[in-house]
């Protein structure tokens, strides 16, 4: 069960969830119709219960606390000690087992539970209702007066909550799995799957929101194409498999030479982008040379060109066409000292 202990603005709980709000607020009922202080989540832990702190009154514990009930309070080990006792007799424990899950108990007259745990002494507790929710999870009900409701009442209810709880737990489960799946699916819609780099929907996005980021903030930003050059050549010469351990090897040194801010991408084939935020002209010049060194340095030829803005009315379209120009204007000055050669 997802924790309810995190915090909001508006009462203390994160219930953005509408399962968790559900599922704190019936949490508030049971509490305020049994007249308990408090409904704990707990866990054994060697020989206690360890508990999280679901929802309390401020006179038991603080909100954020966690405490440990010895294992006497769990159902097992009250089953074993259950027994119902003549109800005249009101200086005794009174102990109820509802079903395999949910035993209550209540201390009544001169008896009570004392519970003390390293710096937290609890007591005295007049009632108490453990109910397992899953195989190893129990929801603990504990008051510190006597109930408002009959044992049976209170340990019904647990009992009922637990069954929610439970099921609460497995929606939620099934929840993170479809937002993890959903997720899943985002990342491989804007990601190449050879390069894991962003591809050109990925790039698109991470343009339109340096968009936004310049218009509102004025700054600067550079966008860079790189064309590998002779592509074709290995893959008509040695087969698509040394090309793409080419466009491999080439990404990783485009990206390493990055920063984490930026975003690289792969748009096709044998052509990549970068866009650098924040990154003037005086950085787009130190970004070319470390392109074109860490390039060279594994051999690898490749044609560049980029482009940087700066000012109130920045246009990140028109950085990519004129990156791409410079881009071309390289490539063709390239072939034609080919062909002199």
């Given at each position: 069960?997802?924790s ?11 219930t ?15 509490r ?7 409904i ?10 360890k ?7 401020p ?22 000690k259950?027994?119902?006792?003549n ?9 109820l ?10 201390w009544?007259?001169?008896?009570s ?5 390293g710096q ?5 507790i007049?009632?108490?209702v453990?109910?397992r929710f899953?195989?190893?999870?129990y929801?603990?009900?504990c ?9 049976a ?5 647990m ?15 099934e ?9 899943r ?13 962003a ?12 968009q936004?980021?310049a218009l509102r ?16 050549v ?7 498999s ?15 030479t ?13 052509e ?13 010049e ?16 490749a ?5 940087s ?11 990519i066409e ?20």
């Amino acid at each position: 069960m997802h924790s309810v202990r995190r915090e909001t603005q508006e009462d203390g709980f994160l219930t953005a969830d509408p399962i968790l709000a559900r599922l704190i607020e019936s949490f508030d009922s049971v509490r305020s119709i049994s007249g308990a202080t408090s409904i704990f989540e707990a866990s054994p832990s060697g020989r206690y219960l360890k508990v999280g702190l679901c929802r309390t009154c401020p006179d038991l514990v603080i909100s954020g606390d966690s405490v440990e009930l010895p294992l006497e309070f769990s159902p097992e080990i009250l089953r074993r000690k259950s027994r119902r006792m003549n109800s005249r007799d009101d200086s005794d424990v009174d102990t109820l087992q509802v079903d395999t899950s949910v035993i209550a108990k209540q201390w009544t007259g001169a008896k009570s539970a004392q519970i003390v745990n390293g710096q937290f002494s609890f007591g005295p507790i007049r009632a108490l209702v453990t109910s397992r929710f899953e195989s190893n999870r129990y929801l603990v009900l504990c008051s510190l007066n006597p109930l408002k409701t009959s044992l049976a009442g209170a340990a019904g209810m647990m009992a009922i909550l637990a069954k929610f709880a439970a099921a609460s737990n497995s929606i939620s489960q099934e929840l993170d799995m479809l937002r993890g799946r959903i997720d899943r699916a985002e990342i491989m819609a804007t990601a190449d799957p050879l390069t894991s780099l962003a591809n050109r929907a990925g790039f698109n996005m991470a343009l339109e929101q340096e968009q936004r980021r310049a218009l509102r903030y004025m700054g600067s930003t550079t966008v860079a194409i790189i064309d590998l050059d002779g592509l074709k050549v290995i893959n008509d010469t040695k087969g698509h498999s040394e090309g793409d351990q080419l466009i491999v090897h080439a990404a990783q040194i485009i990206k390493d030479t990055c920063r984490s801010t930026d975003t690289v991408a792969r748009l096709g084939g044998d052509e990549f982008a970068i866009l650098a935020p924040e990154t003037d002209q005086a950085g787009a010049e130190m970004l070319l040379a470390r392109l074109r060194h860490g390039l060279a340095r594994a051999s690898i030829s490749a044609s560049i060109g980029i482009a940087s803005t700066k000012g109130p009315n920045p246009d990140i379209a028109g950085l990519i066409e004129k990156a791409d120009q410079l881009m071309y204007r390289e490539k063709n000055i390239k072939k034609r000292s080919y062909q002199v050669g």
